[in-house]
């Protein structure tokens, strides 16, 4: 099974968790599994500001990706992969120093940190005398944390949503079903003297069902997932999915073309955001705005839709898949209107 591949580190990443992983919110515990310690961080960060950097930031962070994927029945994809490193960010202004590397030892680290630091070009900037702890809510604790989880426990419930939606209706002709599930620990320190960590679990299955009729085919797929442990697939919910795939695949048949032209549409929330998101989101980022790039970037205070527009960015809800408890640079998730 691929679960059971070893993966060498120059520590051993999971000896330093007894428990549930979603659980843990010990900073001990994510010095140990990066083999690291303040001191060791602080010293990265002084060679960073070595040269006059405003701001620096390093980022560790190991992520498991593994991946199962059914077609016609039959086990056909497999797949494991790791990330694992450190990445050390410079600011000077507005420009900024990135460097990364995979090997966590000072050595490799400081000389990641001189190559961000190459940005800025001055007198060293003290690093912060001690790193002040972050803790943060909890959004989504699991029982069954991913890396637990073998391939022996995922492909009864693929086969059993693949079965399901042959069952359903003779008219399936093709079914695939395919499984994805991360797991990633973060750990963020800043010069301004922060730090924070977190274990964030993530997984998503989709099902497929290709319907034929009379000669024509149609094909339709759902998926379920979110910042959830296995414990979440329940039958119940596997047997939704498979339902809802060969519905939507039988559907189709009755579907005829629409009309040219203009007209009224409705999103129902969820994946529809990313419209939002690639619409206007990008325009209300930072650096756009800071540069004077963006169209919103003399918009603050003034209302830049009409009123009957409501927009909720909520990051704080439990085990949803937009949810976290702490950013990538150690703040809060919020619920913003």
């Not at 000896?15 to 843990?24: D, I, K, N, Q, V």
């Not at 797949?79 to 995979?102: A, H, M, N, P």
């Not at 970037?297 to 909720?312: L, M, Q, T």
Request: charged share 25%.
């Amino acid at each position: 099974a691929l679960a059971s591949i070893p993966i060498i580190f120059r520590l051993d990443p999971m000896a330093a968790f007894a428990g549930p992983l979603s659980e843990s919110r010990n900073l001990s515990d994510y010095y140990a599994h990066f083999g690291v310690d303040e001191e060791t961080i602080r010293k990265v960060m002084a060679a960073a500001l070595s040269k006059g950097g405003d701001y620096c930031d390093v980022y560790f962070e190991h992520s498991i990706h593994s991946s199962v994927g059914i077609e016609d029945s039959l086990v056909n994809r497999a797949s494991s992969d790791v990330d694992f490193g450190v990445g050390i960010r410079v600011l000077k202004g507005d420009q900024t120093g990135y460097s990364f590397t995979e090997v966590i030892t000072p050595e490799a680290m400081k000389l990641a940190a001189k190559t961000a630091a190459n940005i800025a070009s001055g007198a060293g900037t003290a690093p912060p005398q001690q790193l002040t702890f972050h803790s943060t809510p909890e959004y989504y604790a699991i029982e069954s944390p991913w890396q637990d989880v073998g391939i022996d426990q995922k492909i009864p419930r693929l086969k059993k949503i693949d079965e399901n939606m042959r069952k359903a209706d003779s008219r399936v002709v093709r079914s695939q079903v395919y499984f994805h599930d991360y797991t990633t620990w973060m750990l963020v320190a800043n010069s301004s003297g922060r730090i924070a960590c977190d274990y964030q679990p993530m997984t998503r299955v989709y099902a497929m069902a290709t319907a034929e009729k009379e000669g024509r085919k149609e094909q339709h797929y759902e998926s379920f997932g979110g910042r959830i442990g296995l414990e979440y697939y329940t039958d119940e919910n596997l047997d939704y999915l498979a339902n809802s795939a060969v519905k939507g695949a039988i559907e189709l048949f009755d579907a005829t073309p629409m009309e040219g032209g203009e007209m009224e549409v409705v999103l129902a929330p969820g994946d529809s955001g990313i419209i939002l998101h690639e619409a206007i989101g990008h325009g209300m980022e930072a650096d756009y705005n800071r540069k004077g790039k963006s169209i919103f970037a003399d918009k603050i205070g003034k209302p830049v839709a009409e009123n009957f527009v409501s927009i909720v960015d909520d990051g704080t809800m439990p085990n949803h898949r937009g949810s976290i408890n702490v950013d990538d640079e150690g703040n809060d998730t919020n619920r913003t209107f």
